[in-house]
């Protein structure tokens, strides 16, 4: 666990977003290539920390994302926190790439849902009524699509990405405000994946992977998809992992979801803290 989180703490993601018809310049680079070019960027980072840094691998993600392994902790810290410094060590790439926060997705239970997570607004009052610096919170979402709420429910669960970690540890203890109503937060754990094209959980596939030929309905196991189901009662729920009727496939009191997760949870020693390091 610990040296996990130290590999951790010493990474970096840069992304490259590239127009549609256009060329990644990265995509075009080896390993080798990538640890050079970094290397080379990080020449302000070594004056300023007074000690060499150096790149020691780079590991394309499947979107393209490249996540750069350092010998320091420190100057991944430094990259991520200075703006100044980012700025200098992004000079020798395409004005297209970035290097993307680490976030910490954390679960805020029951908020009414007069709040708006795609409202700036909202987030930016939700920062303010907490002490939350301006632009700590990157994003929110409900954790459920709105469609598969119930009839007359008046509040939900959001989730919200920071960009501090101190941030994220404090709420968890504490809570947060919204809407005049104090509520309570929990680290988001890893879950079992689940395809979006079967449904069927701990495959290890994702929907551009799927081996099945007809797209099967979340909801009610169907053959159509899940967005557009008509069920909108329990009665109705169809789950295509336990095959049980009165849940669905996105349940996370299902028999089947339950075993996959405590299996997961054996091998992920973070779902077992309260707390980010």
């Given at each position: 666990?610990?040296?996990k989180?130290?590999?951790?703490?010493?990474?970096?993601?840069?992304?490259?977003?590239?127009?549609?018809?256009?060329?990644?310049?990265?995509?075009?680079?080896?390993?080798?290539?990538?640890?050079?070019?970094?290397?080379?960027?990080?020449?302000?980072?070594?004056?300023?920390?007074?000690k060499?840094?150096?790149?020691?691998?780079?590991?394309?993600?499947?979107?393209?994302?490249?996540?750069?392994?350092?010998?320091l902790?420190?100057?991944?810290s430094?990259i991520?926190?200075?703006?100044?410094?980012?700025?200098s060590?992004?000079?020798?790439?395409?004005?297209?790439a970035?290097?993307?926060?680490?976030?910490?997705?954390?679960i805020?239970?029951?908020?009414?849902?007069?709040?708006?997570?795609?409202?700036?607004?909202?987030?930016?009052?939700?920062?303010?009524?907490?002490g939350?610096?301006?632009?700590?919170?990157?994003?929110?979402?409900?954790?459920?699509?709105?469609?598969?709420?119930?009839?007359n429910?008046?509040?939900?669960?959001?989730?919200i990405?920071?960009?501090?970690?101190?941030?994220?540890?404090r709420?968890?203890?504490?809570?947060?405000?919204?809407?005049?109503?104090?509520?309570?937060?929990?680290?988001?754990?890893?879950?079992?994946?689940?395809?979006l094209k079967?449904?069927?959980?701990?495959?290890?596939?994702?929907?551009?992977?799927?081996?099945?030929?007809?797209?099967?309905?979340?909801?009610?196991?169907?053959?159509h998809?899940?967005?557009?189901c008509?069920?909108?009662?329990?009665?109705?729920?169809?789950?295509?992992?336990?095959?049980?009727?009165?849940?669905?496939?996105?349940?996370?009191?299902?028999p089947?979801f339950?075993?996959?997760?405590?299996?997961?949870?054996?091998?992920?020693?973070?779902?077992?803290?309260?707390?980010?390091?």
């Amino acid at each position: 666990m610990l040296a996990k989180e130290n590999t951790k703490a010493r990474q970096i993601l840069v992304d490259e977003k590239v127009a549609e018809g256009g060329i990644a310049t990265l995509a075009t680079l080896t390993p080798a290539e990538l640890v050079e070019k970094a290397n080379l960027a990080l020449t302000d980072v070594s004056h300023r920390l007074a000690k060499k840094v150096s790149a020691v691998t780079a590991n394309r993600l499947r979107n393209g994302g490249i996540v750069y392994e350092l010998d320091l902790s420190e100057a991944a810290s430094l990259i991520q926190e200075n703006e100044e410094v980012r700025n200098s060590f992004m000079s020798l790439y395409s004005s297209e790439a970035s290097v993307k926060p680490r976030l910490y997705p954390v679960i805020v239970e029951r908020v009414p849902l007069s709040f708006k997570p795609e409202s700036n607004a909202d987030i930016r009052n939700l920062e303010e009524g907490n002490g939350i610096c301006t632009g700590e919170i990157e994003r929110a979402r409900w954790i459920k699509p709105p469609a598969r709420r119930e009839a007359n429910q008046r509040a939900a669960h959001l989730i919200i990405l920071l960009t501090n970690p101190r941030t994220a540890n404090r709420i968890i203890r504490d809570g947060i405000r919204a809407h005049q109503t104090l509520l309570w937060c929990r680290k988001l754990l890893k879950e079992p994946s689940r395809c979006l094209k079967c449904h069927k959980i701990g495959t290890g596939h994702f929907a551009s992977q799927c081996p099945e030929d007809e797209e099967k309905c979340g909801t009610c196991g169907s053959n159509h998809r899940t967005r557009g189901c008509p069920v909108n009662d329990r009665e109705g729920r169809y789950c295509i992992n336990c095959k049980m009727r009165g849940h669905a496939a996105w349940d996370r009191g299902c028999p089947i979801f339950i075993t996959q997760y405590d299996k997961l949870a054996s091998k992920v020693p973070d779902n077992q803290y309260r707390y980010f390091p």
